[in-house]
């Protein structure tokens, strides 16, 4: 088990260590000068360059990536050129929002995932089965910012039960602050609980053909506790994929989403700085979010090998 998690561990750092170079450079060559966006179309050329002297870019673009890298590693990931505030307190603040709300969305979406797959799967052919399936194929088909503009129809604007957009903060408690989002994490869970089913039915059907399961059966045990018994760790392997995947997705791309319901969280973040050419925060949010993408993929290598010790062997 050691020996595969350093090899998965070596991997992440190599991951980052490319993922930095990329996303730097990518947003470096990017049209526009910070610096003249900041002081219009107006501006004096030695104001420009007072400026961009001001906030360092005038240095080279590989010194910047050094300096960028080396200050993310002691966290410190500069300062706004917009704001002019430390970009590690504009992410502390806004990842407040972003980070519940992907945890948030990725439990309901488990919780709605799980029963209605195992019941498709026991159920196979059947009404059940059918209506499941019916159901996953419309939340897979219908965007999520749809399931957004239609709960706030219904919960906010007619039955009064949630507000229509905003935050109020945990400063009340983590109940008002779960009130806030409950309505922008169904939109974001529905789709990705109707993705999860569906990798949960298909992977539990695989398993109930193996010889195993056949073996199971033949002792006594019902088709039920086969399944619960035997096929649903067996199982596991690609639905841990999917919720890596998707807690990846609903705390990177949830700014449709944040967006609709006037959230402040990261998404949000980096609309506006991509608006403002603030490099230095894109930069860095992005950088974040593709630590956070890997680092979750990390914890389900780990966890492919505590649920098949197969893997443990193989390394």
Known sequence: MLRYSLKRLLSLILSLAVASAVIFFVVEIAPGDPAAFMLGVN??????????????????????????????????????????????????????????????????????????????????????????????????????????????????????????????????????????????????????????????????LDILGEDFMRTARAKGLTRRQALWHHGLRNAMIPVLTIIGLQFSFLLAGAIIIEQVFYLPGLGRLVFQAISARDLIVVESVVMLLVFAVITVNFAVDLAYAAVDPRLRSRT
């Open 43 to 204: 501006a004096q050329a030695d104001t420009v360059a007072a400026l961009r002297s001001e906030l360092g870019l005038d240095q080279g673009k590989l010194q910047r990536y050094l300096s960028w890298v080396s200050g993310m590693l002691s966290g410190d990931f500069g300062t706004s050129y917009t704001y002019r505030t430390p970009v590690a307190d504009m992410i502390a603040a806004r990842i407040q929002v972003s980070l519940p709300l992907a945890l948030y969305a990725l439990t309901l979406s488990v919780l709605i995932a799980f029963p209605a797959g195992i019941f498709a799967a026991a159920r196979r052919g059947r009404a059940g089965d059918m209506a499941v399936m019916g159901a996953t194929q419309l939340g897979v088909a219908v965007p999520n910012f749809w399931f957004a503009m239609m709960l706030v129809l219904v919960f906010a604007i007619n039955l009064r039960w949630f507000g229509a957009g905003g935050f109020a903060g945990w400063e009340d408690g983590i109940r008002t602050g779960l009130h806030s989002l409950t309505l922008p994490a169904i939109a974001l869970a529905l789709p990705q609980a109707a993705i999860l089913t569906r990798v949960m039915r298909s992977a539990l």
